[in-house]
């Protein structure tokens, strides 16, 4: 079975603070993207990557920045944390051709006081 | 674009009734269509997917009909169990678009005894 992990699991950050939320797949899948998820709103598509070393916005890009340094690593990250960036936050692999399925990692919790 | 509408948010059942939820979509192309389920603490997983060779996707009791004359893809089983309260969500994706999935809002299901 595919494999996310990401890391850490659940943080508590100060508003203006910067935030580093991890990703590691070890599904061999070319492409990686992050949600976040909030009550009444389902899962929204913030980044997305189909290739090491390049990233692309989703549907909710601001505030957020990624990186894919490598085919297992997608990290997310927040310059100046916000109120508004509370929420749960999932990572998800997928391969480049035929089932078209997503495996999604275990989720981060980040709260912004 | 391309968007999917879960017009429930909350359904309640009693154990042995039959589930119905909701979904339509809107796309430009034709789309895959697919169900994610995901437990309280859990990560979101696949249920089922439009395309499985003209076969009717079936999953763990459900099942689903991609109907495109309606723009439908409602999500059914004839006896709900008491392990099926989750979250469900339906999304799709177009061809040539890195796997991008766009979610609806989701369905949270409770069934009781």
């Known amino acids: 079975e595919a494999a996310v992990t990401q890391s850490p699991r659940s943080k508590v950050a100060v508003t203006g603070g910067k935030v580093t939320l991890s990703c590691h797949q070890t599904?061999?899948?070319?492409?990686m993207y992050w949600y976040r998820q909030d009550t009444g709103h389902g899962l929204r598509l913030i980044h997305y990557s189909y290739v090491a070393d390049s990233t692309e916005k989703g549907d909710i890009p601001d505030g957020y920045k990624a990186s894919r340094p490598s085919q297992e690593n997608f990290s997310l990250i927040l310059e100046l944390a916000s109120l508004s960036q509370t929420a749960v936050y999932f990572c998800a692999s997928s391969e480049n051709w035929g089932a078209y399925e997503q495996y999604f990692g275990p989720g981060t919790r980040l709260t912004v006081l | 674009g391309d968007s999917v509408t879960q017009t429930e948010g909350l359904v309640t059942l009693t154990e042995g009734l039959p589930v119905m939820l909701n979904c339509t979509y809107q796309?430009?192309?034709?789309?895959?269509l697919f169900w994610y389920v995901q437990h309280l603490n859990e990560a979101p997983k696949l249920l089922l997917k439009?395309?499985?060779?003209?076969k009717r996707p079936e999953h763990q009791g459900f099942h689903a009909t991609l109907h495109k004359s309606s723009s439908s893809f409602h999500l059914q089983k004839s006896s709900a169990q008491l392990s099926d309260s989750a979250l469900y969500y339906c999304?799709?994706?177009?061809?040539?678009?890195?796997?991008?999935?766009?979610f609806g809002s989701g369905t949270k299901l409770t069934v009781e005894p």
């Open positions: 796309s430009t192309y034709s789309p895959f």
């Open positions: 999304a799709l994706t177009v061809m040539s678009n890195y796997n991008v999935l766009y």
């Open positions: 599904n061999n899948h070319d492409y």
């Open positions: 439009s395309f499985t060779d003209n």
